[in-house]
C-alpha cells in the first residue's frame, strides 16, 4: 500500500486529503499539524475577534472527528515537521522520529511577519493569522482598558483590524513604510479615496513613515514615528505580511524563490514531493511566470490538485492572477493584477463615489481597481478570472452580453472582449 504524507493541515492539505479519498484511494495518509485544532480559515479570525461569529464557525471543515470520519487518515495533531530529505523522501518529525514516504505534500501555509516596536513588551504586540492570534487579540480588547491601537501595514489584513478596532470605539491609527493604503494594490487615487474617506472615519493615518524608538509610558506606548510625530497607542497589531513557512527545509533540497516552486501538476523540483497553498508558488497567469499568491481559493485548488496527482490521476492547475476582493466598512474594494505593470492608465469611471482605474498593454488588460462598484464586482470577477485562466483569450459573446446588461463602461467590454486589438 502507497504511503503518503500531508504536512500542514490548513485549506490547502485538506482539500489534498479530500482529493485522495474521493478518488477512492485507500492509500495510508499521515497528516502532521503543528497546530492542535482542525483546518482553519484564517480569513475569518478578524469575524471571530469582532464577535460577528462564534469561535467553532472559524473551523469550515467541522471538527477532526468530523474530518475522519469522512476522510480516514493518520492526523498527528502538534506534531511538525522539522527536516526534509527529498531524495529519500524522508520527513524528520519533531518527536525526532524519521519516516519515508511515496508521496509528500508540502502544505504548510504561511507566518504573519512580527517585527519589534522598540521596547514596547511583546504582550502588547499581535498579529493576525492563526486560531491563536484571534485568541490573543480578542482576549485583550475584550479584557484590558484599551483606547487606542497602532496597525503597522495598510494591508488588506491591516483594514479589517481597523474595522473592528472602530466598531469598538477604540482610536486606530493606521501606519506603513508605503505612501499610500494598499501599496501593491490600489492605484493612488484610489488609495487616496480611501485614506479620505478613513480620516473622514476618525483613523489617524501615517503613511510613508515607519516606526522608531518606542516606550512606555504610565502604561502606554509612546511611539516615535520617522516623520517627526508620535503616536500613543495601547497596543501594536503588526500586518505587514506573511512569509511562506518554508525554514525548516534546507535549501538544496527544493528549489525555492520566496515560496517553493511548482509546476503545474503542483510538483516541486524533486519527484515525488508536491506543495500547494501559502507556501508555494504557482504560475502567474499575467507574469507567465512563478509568483507566489496567497489566497484562499488558490489553496484549495491547489491542494485539490496534488491531491489528485498524488494518487495518479493527471491534473493541472494553470494558475491565478494577484487579486483582492474586499469590503470594509462602507467601502467596496476590487483589484485585479499588478498595478506596477508598465502600460496605457486610463480612468474609466468616475461618478458618485465609483471609480474604474485600468491598465492596458496591447489591447490586454493587465491592472483594474473598481472602487464602490458593488453591482458590477461579482460580474467583473468573474468575467475577469475567465479571461486570465483562457490565457486572455477574448470574452464570447454571451458574456459581452452580462457585462453590457451590468452597466460596465462600454471601453472595459471591448478590452475584455478583445475588440480592442
Ligand atoms: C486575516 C486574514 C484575512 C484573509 N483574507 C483573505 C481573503 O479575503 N481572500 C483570500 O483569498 N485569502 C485571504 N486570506 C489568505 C488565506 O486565508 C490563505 O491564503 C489560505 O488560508 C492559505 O491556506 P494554506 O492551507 O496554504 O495555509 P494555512 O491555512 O496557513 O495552513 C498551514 C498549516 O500548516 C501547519 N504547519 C506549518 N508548518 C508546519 C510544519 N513544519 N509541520 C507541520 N505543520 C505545519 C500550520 O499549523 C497550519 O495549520 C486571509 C488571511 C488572513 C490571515
Redesign the pocket.
Known amino acids: 500500500m502507497s504511503r503518503f504524507a500531508i504536512?500542514?493541515?490548513?485549506?490547502?492539505?485538506y482539500n489534498a486529503l479530500r482529493a485522495i479519498r474521493e478518488s477512492g484511494s485507500e492509500a495510508e495518509v499521515d497528516v502532521?499539524?503543528?497546530?492542535p485544532h482542525p483546518?482553519?480559515?484564517?480569513?475569518l479570525?478578524?469575524y471571530y475577534v469582532k464577535g460577528k461569529i462564534p469561535y467553532e464557525a472559524m473551523f469550515p471543515y467541522g471538527t477532526a472527528e468530523e474530518i475522519l470520519a469522512k476522510y480516514p487518515c493518520n492526523l498527528h495533531s502538534g506534531v511538525?515537521?522539522?527536516a526534509l530529505d527529498a531524495a529519500r523522501r524522508e520527513l524528520t518529525l519533531t518527536t525526532g522520529e524519521k519516516k519515508q514516504y511515496d508521496k509528500i505534500l508540502i502544505?504548510?501555509?504561511?507566518n504573519a511577519v512580527n517585527l519589534p516596536v522598540g521596547d514596547i513588551p511583546a504582550d502588547r504586540i499581535f498579529t493576525?493569522?492563526t486560531v491563536h492570534d484571534a485568541e490573543r487579540l480578542k482576549e485583550a480588547l475584550d479584557q484590558r482598558p484599551i483606547h487606542s491601537a497602532l496597525v503597522v501595514g495598510a494591508s488588506?489584513?491591516g483594514i479589517?483590524i481597523i474595522e473592528l478596532l472602530l466598531e469598538r470605539g477604540i482610536h486606530a491609527i493606521f501606519s506603513d513604510l508605503a505612501p499610500h493604503i494598499f501599496p501593491t494594490a490600489a492605484y493612488e487615487a484610489v488609495s487616496e479615496r480611501i485614506e479620505e474617506y478613513l480620516t473622514g472615519k476618525g483613523v489617524e493615518l501615517h503613511f510613508g513613515a515607519k516606526t522608531e524608538e518606542a516606550h512606555l509610558e504610565d502604561g502606554t506606548g509612546v511611539i516615535a514615528m520617522s516623520d517627526g510625530t508620535t503616536v500613543r497607542a495601547d497596543i501594536v497589531v503588526m500586518c505587514v505580511g506573511t512569509r511562506a513557512?518554508i525554514r525548516?527545509i534546507a535549501q538544496d533540497q527544493l528549489k525555492m524563490n520566496r515560496a517553493i516552486v511548482v509546476d503545474p501538476m503542483m510538483q516541486t523540483s524533486a519527484e515525488g514531493i508536491y506543495a500547494?497553498?501559502?507556501?508555494c508558488e504557482g504560475c502567474d497567469l499575467m507574469l507567465g511566470d512563478t509568483r507566489n499568491i496567497?489566497?484562499?481559493?488558490?489553496?484549495y485548488v491547489q491542494?485539490e490538485t496534488a491531491g489528485r496527482n498524488m494518487v495518479g490521476i493527471p491534473t493541472r492547475c494553470e494558475g491565478n492572477i494577484l487579486h483582492n476582493i474586499?469590503h470594509f466598512m462602507e467601502i467596496d474594494f476590487v483589484s485585479f493584477g499588478d498595478k506596477n505593470l508598465p502600460g496605457d492608465r486610463r480612468v474609466l469611471l468616475d461618478r458618485d463615489g465609483q471609480y474604474i482605474e485600468i491598465t492596458e498593454q496591447n489591447g490586454h488588460l493587465v491592472c483594474i481597481n473598481m472602487l464602490n462598484c458593488y453591482a458590477l464586482s461579482g460580474v467583473v470577477k468573474n468575467c475577469i478570472l475567465h479571461y486570465f485562466n483562457r490565457h486572455m483569450q477574448p470574452l464570447n459573446r454571451e458574456e459581452e452580453g452580462v457585462l453590457a446588461k451590468s452597466g460596465l463602461p462600454n471601453e472595459l467590454i471591448q478590452i475584455l472582449g478583445g475588440m480592442a486589438e
Not at 39 to 43: E, L, S
Not at 276 to 279: E, I, K, R, T
Open positions: 504536512i500542514g493541515f490548513g485549506c490547502a492539505g502532521y499539524s503543528t497546530f483546518p482553519v480559515n484564517p480569513m479570525t478578524t511538525g515537521i522539522t502544505a504548510t501555509g504561511a493576525m493569522r488588506m489584513v479589517k513557512d525548516w500547494a497553498g501559502d507556501c496567497g489566497l484562499y481559493a488558490s489553496a491542494g474586499t
